[in-house]
Nanobody
Framework: QVQLVESGGGLVQAGGSLRLSCAASGRTFSNYVMGWFRQAPGKEREFVANIDWSGDITYYADSVKGRFTISRDNAENMVYLQMRSLKPEDTAVYYC?????????????????WGQGTQVTVSS
């Protein structure tokens, strides 16, 4: 069983920055592919970024490429999402997710474990 707890959301002005954190349980955290997804009101959950077990391979949605950075600390069982140059359209609930597999994917249904989400609101 994997438990994920996000933190770091909040209200920020457009152009600002936030850093989301996700604390994961489980002794084999280093085996997990980790992802960040988001869901805005009335919209489907969408992929934001993910990272392989080693931290060497990352993927980003086109909408956040160059502004967001995903990273992980396997010693601390943590994954992070540094968000810069935030835009009002980044407003959403952000979810941390874990996939216990080697292959790195961007499909939400491929991730078996989810956190409760943290709200990010970007004002214009």
């Amino acid at each position: 069983q994997v438990q994920l707890v996000e933190s770091g959301g909040g209200l920020v002005q457009a152009g600002g920055s936030l850093r989301l954190s996700c604390a994961a349980s489980g002794r084999t955290f280093s085996n997990y592919v980790m992802g960040w997804f988001r869901q805005a009101p009335g919209k489907e959950r969408e992929f934001v970024a993910n990272i392989d077990w080693s931290g060497d391979i990352t993927y980003y949605a086109d909408s956040v490429k160059g502004r967001f950075t995903i990273s992980r600390d396997n010693a601390e069982n943590m994954v992070y999402l540094q968000m810069r140059s935030l835009k009002p359209e980044d407003t959403a609930v952000y979810y941390c997710a874990a996939r216990i597999a080697v292959a790195i994917t961007t499909t939400p249904s491929d991730y078996g474990f989810w956190g409760q989400g943290t709200q990010v609101t970007v004002s214009s």
